[in-house]
């Protein structure tokens, strides 16, 4: 079975339409399969996303502002749709959070 490209669009759209926000941890393990969100959530990080729709993906953007997150080293990043599923968790190298610092989550999810 091959889904066309229309198909795998509007998949996207589906999707898209429900991702609501990301959160960073400080949790470093490896992505798992069976992972059911961030493993250890940094609550203050939370920032709703903006989406930009391309052919079969999108991208969801979230800044934590320099107020957020701070004392923290962050290394984990999670997508969350709005009924507070996770779409995507991945981890970063270590990010010791200051208030000189605002970090800007950019994903890219696909739909091949």
């Known amino acids: 079975m091959a889904i066309p490209t229309i198909g795998k669009n509007k998949i996207r759209d589906l999707i898209s339409s429900s991702v609501d926000y990301?959160?960073?941890?400080?949790?470093g393990d490896d992505f798992d399969v069976s992972d059911t969100g961030v493993k250890a959530p940094v609550n203050d990080t939370k920032n709703n996303v903006v989406i930009t729709k391309t052919n079969k993906s999108f991208q969801t953007q979230a800044t934590v502002l320099s107020?957020?997150?701070?004392?923290?080293?962050?290394?984990?990043?999670?997508?969350?749709?709005?009924?507070?599923?996770?779409?995507?968790r991945f981890v970063i190298p270590d990010l010791v959070k200051t208030d000189q610092i605002e970090?800007?989550?950019?994903a890219i999810s696909r739909i091949n």
């Open 67 to 88: 107020t957020q997150g701070n004392g923290n080293t962050l290394k984990e990043v999670g997508v969350y749709f709005d009924d507070d599923v996770i779409l995507d």
């Open 22 to 27: 990301i959160i960073m941890g400080t949790n």
């Open 103 to 106: 970090v800007v989550n950019i």
